[in-house]
């Protein structure tokens, strides 16, 4: 059974930083891309970032790019994600997901198959 894990989220004030980590089980981590999503209050879940199983390829939204880092580390099965330069419009609960074998990098979450039940992160003005 494939478990996400994610932690690191809480309350920071504007210009601030915070690091979000997933950690993985039930599955060969290494063989699948990994994404990060977030969905604020009353709004729609949106695609913030995505790796690929080697890390050599990475994607991010427009928003974030500049500001947010996305690494794994295969050997202990975790993503992270480093967020700098908070925005108040970055708040959201955060979830990461394994991207399922038949997309590439995508920004939909129907192509992810498992996910974490998400980390609260509130960037106050």
């Known amino acids: 059974q494939v478990q996400l894990v994610e932690s690191g989220g809480g309350l920071v004030q504007a210009g601030g930083s915070l690091r979000l980590s997933c950690a993985a089980s039930?599955?060969?981590?290494?063989?699948?891309?990994m994404g990060w999503f977030r969905q604020a209050p009353g709004k729609e879940r949106e695609f913030v970032a995505a790796i690929r199983p080697s890390g050599g390829t990475i994607r991010y939204t427009d928003s974030v790019k500049g500001r947010f880092t996305i690494s794994r580390d295969n050997a202990k099965n975790t993503v992270s994600l480093q967020m700098n330069s908070l925005k108040p419009e970055d708040t959201g609960v955060y979830r990461c997901?394994?991207?399922?074998?038949?997309?590439?990098?995508?920004?939909?979450?129907?192509?992810?198959?498992?996910w974490g039940q998400g980390t609260p992160v509130t960037v106050s003005s």
């Open positions: 039930g599955r060969t981590f290494s063989a699948y891309a």
């Open positions: 997901a394994s991207e399922g074998v038949n997309s590439y990098l995508s920004i939909r979450p129907d192509d992810y198959d498992y």
